[in-house]
């Protein structure tokens, strides 16, 4: 089946560690998307990516890093430089069919905790 | 303004209840629009998208005001399994995407 995968479903940081999230796709979307989720609240978009190999920042990106190596990998780490990581990440893609954008799937989400 | 502005709730209401929830969006250029459902702890899922004639999914009806800028949800004869947390959803000219902060919805027996 087609879908959108995220990796770890839950992850614990150290004050001062860097952490990867992983983000798959196997539908053949160009688009993918990191968001940010805090509790009781809208989607705030982090990065995204386009096309393979290039990436545009969103509303929230200082404090993390993407790459886009492959169309099926979108990588989101989140720096020591973010200094209040806590929260639901959330990755996305569209598709392009007939001119228009698909809508979005989302991966199940990572749940990023700092101790 | 926030962009696109949601009334959080929660809206809490009989089964069998209908409600509607609103959701006014500040860029007048957006193009698209669409209702997501996102359950507790779990990924936004798409509902359904709002056209400008207005659009029915069984008891769910999406209609669009551009000259008002807000779009609305109707739920007819509310079920358990609606409760969840309702996204607005609204694409620029850009194809970006803009979320709402979501109305929670919890329907009681």
């Known amino acids: 089946d087609g879908g959108i995968t995220q990796s770890p479903k839950y992850l614990f940081r150290k004050e001062g560690q860097n952490v990867t999230l992983s983000c798959e796709q196997n539908?053949?979307?160009?688009?993918m998307y990191w968001y940010r989720q805090d509790p009781g609240q809208g989607l705030r978009l982090i990065y995204y990516?386009?096309?393979?190999?290039?990436?545009q920042k969103g509303d929230i990106a200082e404090g993390y890093s993407v790459s886009r190596e492959k169309k099926e990998s979108f990588p989101l780490t989140v720096t020591s430089a973010q200094k209040n990581p806590t929260a639901f990440y959330l990755c996305?893609?569209?598709?392009?069919?007939?001119?228009?954008?698909?809508?979005?799937?989302f991966g199940q989400g990572t749940r990023l905790t700092v101790v | 303004r926030k962009e696109v502005e949601q009334d959080p709730g929660p809206f809490n209401v009989p089964e069998g209840a209908t409600v509607a929830f609103n959701c006014t969006y500040s860029?007048?250029?957006?193009?698209?629009f669409f209702w997501y459902r996102q359950d507790c702890r779990k990924e936004p899922k798409l509902l359904m998208s709002?056209?400008?004639s207005g659009n029915e999914d069984g008891r769910f009806t999406a209609q669009l005001n551009r000259a008002s800028q807000y779009i609305s949800l109707l739920i007819r004869d509310s079920k358990l399994s609606d409760s969840a947390t309702y996204l607005c959803?609204?694409?620029?000219?850009?194809?970006?995407?803009?979320f709402g902060g979501g109305t929670r919805l919890m329907v009681k027996p």
């Open positions: 996305a893609s569209r598709g392009w069919e007939r001119g228009l954008y698909t809508e979005a799937f």
């Open positions: 539908l053949n979307h160009d688009a």
């Open positions: 990516s386009q096309i393979v190999n290039d990436f």
């Open positions: 860029n007048s250029a957006s193009q698209s």
């Open positions: 709002v056209y400008s």
């Open positions: 959803v609204v694409e620029d000219a850009g194809n970006m995407l803009t």
